[in-house]
């Protein structure tokens, strides 16, 4: 960063030290000047004062030696003496005479008449001692006497008087002058000490003011560095720091603040950071904590009827059972199962069919006490647990509640549809003492429902048990009882109506058990088509079918057919097409010589693979046949909309043709139905005169029954059939 610099801290430095140097160096100077002049005034108040002091001490003394010789002069008794005496006052006197002559002339200038009265009487003693020595040469010793004591002495003592008046008073002023010089130095003395002390002061104010502004800034920026090192926040400093000055520390100060901002910008934008991350942790933690609740849900409740479900019921089921153990009471399992929902499903989809399940689970819950578990066990089946109970009479009343409940019909999006439950009842302790007993018994007495013709309940008992059991061995039996060749096909003849011929036979299917003997379809072909079996066993059934009529055709028996019953789970992929194809290919048939029966529960479904294999057989040549007409939603749709050559009006239909007149209309109008729509019309179960005559009258193309024959062995059925044709032929 550049700043515009005035005085740096160095240049400050340097001025300081400078200024001290300059202000010793001055002190020095001047002190030193301030010595010299008062030295040199003292010397010059010395000189002044004490020069003539001492001058005057010198004359006074030479005056003293004067008198002293002028007063030993006339004590002499000699001349020689005398000579040499006025020989030395001679000399004393010119000398004395040489020293005072000046000093009056100075003298004359300040003390005029001092100065005039010293001369006047140094000229007098002057002229005594010329006297008196003038005389003493002569020996006149008592005249020299006479003027030293008579008129000299006046002389003397005046010039010794005033010699030394003048010397006390140069005393004075001398002394006077030595004070005035020493005040004078004192005061100088004073004015240095002041002019240093002030020096000394600008001095030290300025390093006081440059330190403070050193310092001030230096812990003001050491405080924000601490502050922002502890990481604390700036309270008590105040940042950015202001940036006081010109110099390094207020660049060093606007260097930190740029920092502190770089900081506070990478701060501020770390804690975006750290605040978006946060929310967004937060965010994930309540999605996860949802997708939580959810999967806890969804383990424990169903999540269409949001009623608890098979685990949830189970677990019920084990607290009643618990209850009822301490209790001493009973525990009753339903095991509910909606009649004909795979109706509902396929005829009006799959949402008509979740509405049903919604709205039967809301009646559900209605008819059974608060307390009560309504559980769904998954598909259209229900469980129902009723606890804490006394007489089994409790869990009929509520089975029949139920009953009850589902009486009125559905609203399914506008469909008016009734549905009726079938139910199982298996009761703690006696049918099962834990849940999952409990559960499959309560399974089996729901299909002793269904069988005592839906809508009703059933207790479990053993003989839905043995059923069960029987069920179950069948199972286990059917397998592999293609390879073990137990099945057999039974050959029932189709009669024309008109002319009595037989025009084919329908294949029926027995089964020989090693155990049970022959057992009918009835028994075995729903446990096939459950376990999947029926797929392997109809193509046996295709094949063996094909090749007796093969071998039929051989012996000349060529005017005719032969039908198989095919399951709907036999339609599932393309083997039947393959297997028909396969079949009429390897036996040289011509294709509308094999009929194909199959009944309406294949149609319901409305599966595009089931239109597309009969739309295959049919344009291969082989013909379909609707079978058991009249049992199920006898659609007229769909004997429109699939490519069928016949129509089969099921037994219960033609068994009271003679005398029930609903059944009589029904049959008929299943006729011109038919008629009408090109189909030929087989009426199965015919076992009466009555029954042929009044089929015949309605123009019914193909009749079967007992009346012409029971279904028979292959040989038994050509040894019957083929000789007597082959004779009409
Ligand atoms: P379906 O196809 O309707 O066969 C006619 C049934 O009526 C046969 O029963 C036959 O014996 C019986 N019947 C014929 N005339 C009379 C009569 O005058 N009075 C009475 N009471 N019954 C008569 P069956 O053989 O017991 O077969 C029952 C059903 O089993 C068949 O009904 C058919 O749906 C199925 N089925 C038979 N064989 C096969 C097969 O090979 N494959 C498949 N998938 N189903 C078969
Ligand atoms: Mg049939
Ligand atoms: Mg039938």
């Known amino acids: 960063m550049t700043r515009a610099r005035g005085l740096t801290l160095r240049t400050k430095l340097l001025i300081s030290f400078a200024g001290v140097g300059l202000l010793v160096i001055a002190l020095l100077l001047v002190g030193n000047q301030i010595m010299r002049d008062a030295a040199t005034r003292l010397e010059v108040a010395i000189t002044a004062q004490v020069r003539p002091l001492a001058r005057l001490n010198r004359l ?31 000399a004393e006197r010119a000398a004395f005479d040489r020293d005072i002559v000046p000093f009056i002339a100075e003298l004359k200038a300040q003390q005029p008449s001092e100065a005039a009265s010293l001369d006047e009487h140094w000229r007098r003693y002057q002229s005594d001692l010329q006297n008196a020595a003038r005389l003493a040469n002569l020996m006149q010793l008592d005249a020299v006497q006479r003027i030293s004591t008579f008129e000299s002495a006046g002389r003397f003592k005046t010039i010794s008087r005033t010699l030394k008046q003048l010397a006390e008073s140069t005393e004075l002023s001398a002394n006077e002058a030595l004070k005035r010089a020493e005040s ?24 006081a003011l440059l330190a403070r502004s050193v310092t001030d800034r230096v812990s003001r920026l050491r405080d924000a560095a601490t502050v922002i090192a502890e990481g604390g926040h700036a309270g008590a400093v105040e940042l950015p720091i202001a940036v006081v000055g010109t110099d390094e520390l207020a660049d060093l100060g606007a260097a930190f603040n740029a920092m502190q901002a770089k900081i506070n910008a990478r701060e501020q934008a770390l804690r975006s950071a750290h605040d978006e991350l946060e929310s967004r942790v937060a965010s994930r933690t309540h999605e996860l904590h949802r997708a939580n609740e959810r999967l806890v849900h969804q383990a424990q409740y169903d999540g269409l009827t949001h009623l608890p479900n098979r685990m949830l019921a189970l ?10 153990q301490r209790h001493a009471n009973h525990v009753v399992l339903i095991f509910l199962d909606l009649d004909d929902f795979k109706k509902v499903n396929d005829t009006l989809g799959h949402g008509a069919g979740d509405a049903l399940l919604v709205q039967a689970s809301q009646r559900l819950r209605h008819a059974v006490r608060a307390d009560d578990t309504v559980a769904r066990h998954g598909g259209d089946e229900f469980l129902v647990i009723l606890g804490g109970l006394k007489s089994l009479e409790d869990a009929e009343a509520v089975a029949e509640k139920i009953v009850q409940t589902f009486a009125p019909s559905f609203d399914l999006d506008g469909s008016e549809v009734v549905v009726t439950p079938s139910m199982g009842l298996a009761v703690y302790p006696d049918d099962g003492d834990n849940p999952s ?5 309560a399974d089996l007495a729901m299909y002793d429902a269904k069988d005592a013709g839906r ?25 592999g009882a293609v390879q073990r060749n137990e099945f057999e096909l039974v050959y029932q003849p189709l009669v024309s ?31 096939a088509e459950h376990t999947g079996l029926i797929v392997e066993i109809g193509e046996w059934v295709l094949r063996t079918a094909c090749a007796q009529l093969a071998m039929w055709r051989e012996l000349g028996w060529t005017s005719f057919g032969v039908a198989v019953n095919v399951s709907p789970r036999q339609f ?16 040289e048939l011509p294709p509308g010589f094999l009929q194909i029966e199959v009944t309406e529960g294949l149609l319901i479904r409305n599966q595009p693979e089931v239109r597309e294999t009969l739309v295959a057989l049919s344009e291969m040549g082989v013909r379909l046949a609707m079978d058991d007409f009249g049992t199920g939603y006898s659609s007229l749709s769909y004997l429109k909309r699939f490519p069928f050559d016949a129509l089969k009006i099921d037994r219960e239909f033609v068994r009271d043709v003679a005398s029930d007149p609903d059944d009589r209309a029904l049959v008929t109008a299943a006729i011109r139905m038919g008629r009408g729509l090109g189909l030929s019309v087989t009426a199965e179960g015919v076992e009466t005169e009555e029954q042929l005559a009044f089929l015949a009258e309605q123009e019914c193309d193909i009749v079967q029954g007992h009346l012409f024959s029971e279904p028979l062995p292959a040989s038994e059925f050509a040894a019957r059939w083929l000789v007597r044709e082959m004779v009409r032929v």
């Open 437 to 441: 007993m409990l559960l499959r018994n």
């Open 497 to 527: 109506t008109s002319t009595l011929e037989v025009r084919g036979a329908e294949a029926l299917l027995r089964w020989r058990s090693p155990i049970d003997g022959v057992v009918a379809p009835e028994h075995f072909i729903a446990v």
């Open 572 to 587: 599932r992929g393309d083997s039947l097409l393959a297997t028909v194809r396969e079949c009429l290919s390897a036996n």
């Open 455 to 479: 809508n009703t309940y059933r207790y479990f008992n053993q003989q839905v048990h043995d059923s069960s059991v029987r069920r179950l061995a069948i199972e286990r039996q059917l397998r």
């Open 184 to 207: 004078q130095q004192a005061y100088q003395r004073l004015l240095f000490s002041a002019t240093s002390a002030v020096g000394l002061l600008v001095l030290a104010m300025w390093f």
């Open 315 to 324: 677990d019920r089921l084990s607290q009643a059972i618990l209850a009822a």
């Open 60 to 90: 006074q003394s030479q005056i003293s030696r004067i008198r002293v010789l002028e007063i030993e002069l006339p004590r002499l008794t000699d001349l020689f003496a005398v000579s040499d005496q006025l020989e030395l006052l001679g």
